[in-house]
């Protein structure tokens, strides 16, 4: 059984490394958004954008719309710079870093859309992860249990003390023999019947236990380790649904805005390609596309988010397809770094997943069926 532990769990690392890496992306991308507001294709984004139902009926206008984003950019910078510096500090572990880095979290999840990216959802997730085992335990004692191997993979002596003669052979070196039984001496007594499973006759603590109580130690240990989910798994649950989640929710947006605004997308499309306008694509063209990539998107975030729910129902199959899904984006973020650095975000995410479902306390976890 593992004993407690003050050395800091795996998860409190992931977690606020997710947090300063994304704090910074948060940052640069506040930075950017507000170095651009003044150029004539960002308010003239912003114009097209009043210009659309239902944000045609707030009342607001290209300048107050542009000072709006400056505050909520600048709300964001200042949040992340808070959220980035309390990450580190939860590493100590310090119980008020972990609460003011969750204060902080709220304005950078919200303002942090506003500033472009969902890089303040991963600040938001990091936060979370804080506050689930074996986290909640590090932070409340300053110590924590590491799961128990596997039962069934953990290696018993079972051999009693042995007479042993030493006897130097031919070479002078000296081997081991065990003692012949004396000739009156009949065969050795059985310790159990042929097929009967080894019963645990004492606890991990070292006390006796009675013969009743004996298989039920055992029944309840494998118990304890089915209900206890490993904090890699949990960290690979909660990254799943904020990557996935969050593109599910943009494709979604981009078929809403291609269906009802197609005007709307013809000037974001004039103002980020416009070279495929000079080349005579059509309106029909562009909407045929977005629903086509959009609706792939939907499919494959959905089919993500469905292994990570079965992966933490403990189906290995799933464990398995959602490691291929998260490499598979990983590869694809990668490919797209150079003509989009925000995709090192997702790209990170990708890759994190796949070493936390790679862990040995997860394919133990995995590996454990329930009696």
């Given at each position: 059984?593992s004993?407690?532990?003050?050395?800091?769990?795996?998860?409190?690392?992931?977690?606020?490394?997710?947090?300063?890496?994304?704090?910074?992306?948060?940052?640069?991308?506040?930075?950017?958004?507000?170095?651009?507001?003044?150029?004539?294709?960002?308010?003239?984004?912003?114009?097209?954008?009043?210009?659309?139902?239902?944000?045609?009926?707030?009342?607001?206008?290209?300048?107050?719309?542009?000072?709006?984003?400056?505050?909520?950019?600048?709300?964001?910078?200042?949040?992340?710079?808070?959220?980035?510096?309390?990450?580190?500090?939860?590493?100590k572990?310090?119980?008020?870093?972990?609460?003011?880095?969750?204060?902080?979290?709220?304005?950078?999840?919200?303002?942090?859309?506003?500033?472009?990216?969902?890089?303040?959802?991963?600040v938001?997730?990091?936060?979370?992860?804080?506050?689930?085992?074996?986290?909640?335990?590090?932070?409340?004692?300053?110590?924590?249990?590491?799961?128990?191997?596997?039962?069934?993979?953990?290696?018993?002596?079972?051999?009693?003390?042995?007479?042993?003669?030493?006897?130097?052979?031919?070479?002078?070196s000296?081997?081991?023999?065990?003692?012949?039984?004396?000739?009156?001496?009949?065969?050795?007594?059985?310790?159990?019947?042929?097929?009967?499973?080894?019963?645990?006759t004492?606890?991990?603590?070292?006390?006796?236990?009675?013969?009743?109580?004996?298989?039920?130690?055992?029944?309840?240990?494998?118990?304890?380790?089915?209900r206890?989910?490993?904090?890699?798994?949990?960290?690979?649950?909660?990254?799943?649904?904020?990557t996935?989640?969050?593109l599910?929710?943009?494709?979604?947006l981009?078929?809403?805005?291609?269906?009802l605004?197609?005007?709307?997308?013809?000037?974001?499309?004039?103002?980020?390609?416009?070279?495929?306008?000079?080349?005579?694509?059509?309106?029909?063209?562009?909407?045929?596309?977005?629903f086509?990539?959009?609706?792939?998107?939907?499919?494959w975030?959905?089919?993500?988010?469905v292994?990570?729910?079965?992966?933490?129902?403990?189906?290995?199959?799933?464990?398995?397809?959602?490691?291929?899904?998260?490499?598979?984006?990983?590869?694809a973020?990668?490919?797209?770094?150079?003509?989009?650095?925000?995709?090192?975000?997702?790209?990170?995410?990708?890759?994190?997943?796949?070493?936390?479902?790679?862990?040995?306390?997860?394919?133990?976890?995995?590996?454990?069926?329930?009696?």
């Open positions: 059984m004993q407690p532990t003050e050395q800091r769990p795996p998860q409190v690392t992931l977690a606020s490394s997710i947090v300063m890496f994304a704090s910074l992306m948060v940052l640069l991308a506040a930075w950017e958004q507000v170095s651009t507001l003044g150029s004539l294709e960002t308010q003239q984004a912003i114009r097209d954008f009043l210009g659309e139902a239902p944000f045609s009926s707030l009342g607001l206008d290209v300048t107050g719309a542009t000072e709006a984003l400056r505050i909520a950019c600048m709300v964001a910078a200042a949040a992340a710079c808070a959220t980035g510096v309390l990450g580190w500090y939860v590493r572990p310090d119980r008020s870093a972990r609460l003011g880095l969750s204060v902080f979290a709220v304005p950078v999840f919200v303002t942090g859309l506003a500033a472009g990216g969902l890089a303040g959802s991963f938001a997730a990091g936060a979370v992860m804080l506050w689930t085992a074996p986290a909640r335990e590090w932070f409340a004692t300053g110590r924590w249990t590491p799961p128990s191997p596997a039962p069934d993979r953990q290696v018993r002596d079972k051999k009693g003390p042995a007479q042993r003669r030493t006897t130097p052979d031919e070479h002078g000296a081997w081991s023999a065990p003692r012949p039984p004396a000739p009156d001496a009949g065969p050795p007594p059985s310790t159990r019947p042929f097929g009967e499973p080894v019963r645990a004492h606890s991990p603590y070292g006390q006796p236990l009675a013969p009743d109580a004996a298989p039920a130690a055992g029944v309840g240990t494998r118990q304890q380790l089915l206890t989910r490993p904090g890699a798994m949990v960290a690979a649950f909660v990254i799943t649904v904020v996935a989640g969050g599910l929710g943009l494709s979604l981009w078929i809403a805005i291609a269906g605004s197609p005007d709307f997308l013809m000037s974001v499309l004039e103002q980020q390609q416009p070279d495929l306008l000079d080349d005579g694509i059509t309106l029909d063209q562009v909407q045929s596309t977005v086509a990539l959009a609706g792939g998107f939907i499919v975030c959905g089919l993500a988010l292994l990570a729910g079965f992966a933490m129902a403990r189906r290995d199959w799933a464990r398995r397809g959602l490691i291929v899904s998260a490499a598979f984006s990983a590869g973020c990668i490919a797209l770094v150079v003509s989009t650095p925000l995709t090192l975000i997702p790209a990170a995410a990708a890759v994190a997943t796949v070493v936390c479902l790679r862990r040995g306390d997860v394919r133990r976890w995995f590996a454990l069926e329930p009696r």
